[in-house]
């Protein structure tokens, strides 16, 4: 066998498995790096290729250094500084990629491949899917088999041998990791601040809506929430999903009253209370949603919340809002009421300035057309309204024509091409102008029913804006003018009341049944994914070990069962590695020994150095009658003894060929 | 010369005799390596990481990692574990010269073994593998530096495959040793002249002219005369050529009769005369004080000779 002393260095198989994993663990990073940064990092990478294969010298560290400067002001400038979480994963990628051109010994190697795991597993804080999760398999297991030929100093391993030996190890690790995983005790709260960059990137409602905002968030086929009722759905027309309600607008721009948000008109309910000038009759409909992270504070409820989860508040205006910005999936229970009534008995004199303001000089024709119909009561207000927007030729359209200085002049008597912030944010201009204390509300109208695992699924596609007018003895009233325009937006859903030519999203249309029928199903995947993978906190876990074992556990319970299963689960993987072949060997040695003694008692015994064939050509010659048998059983046991894995069934046929000798 | 330090000299020793030894479990120590403990702390990195941003995933690697390293512990062990150590006998050597003592590393449990390494105190390991069932030869090198008997130190037997991550090892006590002949001595007096010699009226009778008797390294002080120029023009380096005279007499290595500042210098003196007397081809005898060797020629006693040289008591 090949002996080399220990003080070689890895040679150049060992350089091109590692440059391999480097490779892939950059594959995973590509997508959220800069595209300077990537190609650098290739660079370095072919460089030291290049190194090893022509023979090149290693470069100095005097040409190291301007360069390791370079690339750190060059990640300074492409990312606004060194600090964020997109700038320190480049920073730390790219001084990796730099630590190829300096590695040569082993311990240079080991210290690469360590860092490797870790610039792989920094792939997730940008995307956690399945998809990644199966791919993060490629690199973790090419850097242990680059960590396996490392160690070993005597020669190139065979790269099967490699891959299937960390293969092997990985696959042992699975039950530990999941062990590990279900078990390990879990923290509600992050342990210090994370970056402010570490959400960018994020979709969902903004606080402010100008015209286009909205139909541009109808594009994203992205999921907003995902929501499991207890009981029947509610129907599709009171799937009025409330986000953020906007009253102040300065002509361009509808935004949310500072006020509201700034602390003052919060209301902190109890469970089973509801909110100050609610009043709700009728059923209530209970369910859970998980929202995504939309790095914004609103919590989607239905029309109208009467039970908020304990960590949020909820306004006057009846916005539910998180104390800390959505940043991570979130999972919260919640009850709404669909008949209600909303401050039936007035409203302040505050909020009547607030929901009747409008900007001054501008939208002369709507003014005058809302002036002429003062004189009605503000029931006939909204009803005249109404049926302007259903009888004069508006038509629904994603891609609306651009408005002018006076918007709403353009819209109404110009353009009449809109999206449903057009209609809403028009409806509750003439409302105002008409003497009518009117808001707007944006959120999501609908959602799509998963029949493989019965949730619902509310996309960004399903964004909507309308509008609340109040009036007097019945409250804030929900007026939906878009439903006047286009009643199909309301009960079928955004993908029904356009025209199929228009953008929308490929999976929000209806025009390719078995794509839709494959999405749904990869969605519940995805979903389970979240709930079960992504999602695993604190409350999941408990909730797991209680239905597992009906007890609740403290985590001083976690950290003992913890502890307990690692230890059974080594002790059996022990067993199993230090034993089983032990014991199949044994037996076949046995068996041979038998045939030995048979042999012995015909007066022919085996000498001590001699091998088994030399003994098997000996034992024919002298018992030539047994001749075929002698063989058969020598070629079976230097077979079974050379043999990578035994079964079984050749042991026993292995001991019939003895006994029938 | 044992060098166990601290608390390693309380460690278990493997003994090879009189069967080979064989590496149980209670004969197996194993601890992490700094790489290990690298590991760790990358690991720990990892952890908290995915603590801070709730990546579950994050978890699932960090978890996955440290699974792979606890295994890997097992794989180390179960690398060195019921491994047989024997030796074979070392060949001797001369004093100075490196000892080379080559222990068989033979698998006994069905499986094949990884990057096992073996080293004595202070030098540098060797590496082998080992097939299924097979065996290995480790040749370690030893140097000397006294005449007599080198025992061989305590054996480490390690191994830190496949990872890296935990170092398992083993010591092993072989039942072997070297014989370390003198070191011969540099300088080249010509070998003494024995009375059978005188005798015959040649003064020398390794160098006689009858005879071409064959080929040696030329030597500072050899007569150009007998450089054998055609064979340095085929590139085989300054040969002299050496010639017999047709007595062939019995050359007497004597003790008493040998020039030296002390015993030990006699002796490497002798050792040189016997060397040399060897590869003439003489028939020589060996006399120091308690032993006597009658003439002879050959390996075995030429072995004989420079063994009796290297045993003596010279105080």
Known sequence: MAQIKSTHNPGNHDLYWLIASFASVLALHVAYLHNWVSLVMAGFAGWRLMVARNGWVMPRLAILIP???????????????????????????????????????????????????????????????????????????????????????????????????????????????????????????????????????????????????????????????????QGKPPAKNQLYWRGPVLTTYDGRTWRINSYSINGIGINNIQKDQLPEGLVTTGTVSKYTVTLEPHNKQWLL???????????????????????????????????????????????????????????????????????????????????????????????????????????MDDFLFTTRRGFCEHYSSSFVYLMRAAGVPARVVTGYLGGEINPNDNYMIVRQSDAHAWAEVWLQNRGWVRIDPTGAVSPDRIELGVAESVNDSEALPLLSRRDYPLLRKLYLQWDAVNNGWNQWVLG???????????????????????????????????????????????????????????????????????????????FSSRAVRRLPAQAKLIVQITDAYTQLRYASKISPAAIKAFKELVNSL | ????????????????NPAPATLSSRYIYILPTRYGVLFACILLGLLIGSINYALSLGFVVTFLLAGMAVISMLHTWRNLAYLVIDSRKPAPVFATEDAVFEVIAKDSRQRARFSIAAHFDDTIPTYADIVTAGESP??????????????????????????????????????????????????????????????????????????????????????????????????????????????????????????????????????????????????YSLRIPGIEISPNNGEPHYHRCLEALALMDAT
């Open chain 1, 67 to 229: 360069i390791t400067l370079a690339a750190a002001i060059g990640i300074a400038v492409s990312y606004h500084g060194l600090f964020g979480r997109d700038a320190s994963v480049a920073l730390f990628a790219i001084m990796l990629s730099l630590k190829l051109m300096e590695t040569h010994t082993q311990r240079d190697y080991i210290i690469v491949i360590f860092l490797g795991y870790f610039l792989a597993a920094n792939a997730f804080l940008f995307n956690q899917s399945i998809a990644m999760g199966i791919f993060m398999a490629v690199p973790i297991t090419l850097l242990t088999a680059t960590l396996v030929g490392v160690n070993h100093p005597n020669g190139a391993l065979d790269w099967r041998f490699k891959a299937k030996t960390a293969s092997m190890l990985l696959t042992q690790a699975l039950p530990l990791m999941l062990i590990f995983f279900v078990l390990f005790p879990r923290l509600p709260q992050p342990l210090w601040g994370v970056p402010q960059d570490a959400y960018s990137g994020m979709t969902g409602l903004s606080d402010n809506m100008a015209l286009g905002n909205i139909s541009k968030l109808s594009l994203s086929g992205a999921t907003a929430f995902r929501v499991e009722f």
């Open chain 2, 138 to 283: 480790i040749r370690l090198l030893l140097p000397t530096e006294k005449r007599g008997w080198l025992k061989a130190e305590r054996v480490t037997l390690f191994t830190e495959f496949p990872l890296g991550l935990f170092y398992a090892w083993s010591y092993v006590a072989l039942d072997a040793r070297c014989m370390v002949y003198p070191k011969p001595a540099t300088h080249h007096l010509p070998l003494p002249a024995s009375p059978d010699q005188g005798a015959a009226g040649v003064l020398n009778s390794s160098s006689g002219d009858d005879d071409f008797a064959g080929h040696r390294a030329y030597q500072l002080g050899d007569s150009p005369k007998r450089v054998d120029w055609k064979a340095s023009s085929r590139e085989q380096g300054l040969l002299t050529k050496q010639f017999q005279g047709e007595a062939q007499s019995t050359l007497w290595l004597d003790w008493v009769a040998t020039p030296g500042a002390d015993n030990e210098q006699r002796i490497s003196q002798l050792t040189r005369w016997v060397l040399d007397a060897h590869g003439l081809k003489h028939t």
């Open chain 1, 301 to 407: 409820m239905l029309d109208m919340p009467t039970a908020i989860p304990p960590e949020a508040m909820i306004t006057a205006e009846l916005q539910v809002i998180s104390k800390e910005p959505v940043r991570t999936r979130m999972r919260y229970e919640a009850s709404s009421s669909f008949n209600y009534t909303l401050q039936a008995a007035g409203l302040s004199e505050r909020e009547q300035r607030i929901d009747l303001q409008l900007p001054k000089n501008r939208n002369p024709k709507t003014l005058a057309l809302a002036e002429s119909w003062k004189n009605q009561s503000p029931e006939n207000i909204v009803n005249t309204a109404l049926k302007m927007y259903r009888e004069e030729p508006f038509v629904y359209t994603l891609s609306p024509p651009p408005l002018g200085e006076n918007a």
């Open chain 2, 1 to 16: 010369m044992s060098s166990a330090k601290g608390w390693k000299k309380w460690l278990r020793v493997a003994r090879g």
């Open chain 1, 536 to 614: 695993y906190n604190q409350d999941r876990q408990l909730q797991l070990l209680r239905y597992l074992t009906g007890n609740n556990f403290s985590w001083q319970d976690l950290v003992i069962a913890l502890f307990a299963l690692v230890t059974a689960s080594l002790l059996a993987l022990s067993y199993f590695l230090l034993r089983s072949q032990k014991i199949r060997r044994d037996a076949i040695q046995k068996i041979y020994d038998q045939f030995l003694n048979k042999l012995s008692k015909a007066g022919l015994t085996r000498y001590k150095q001699e091998g088994p064939v030399d």
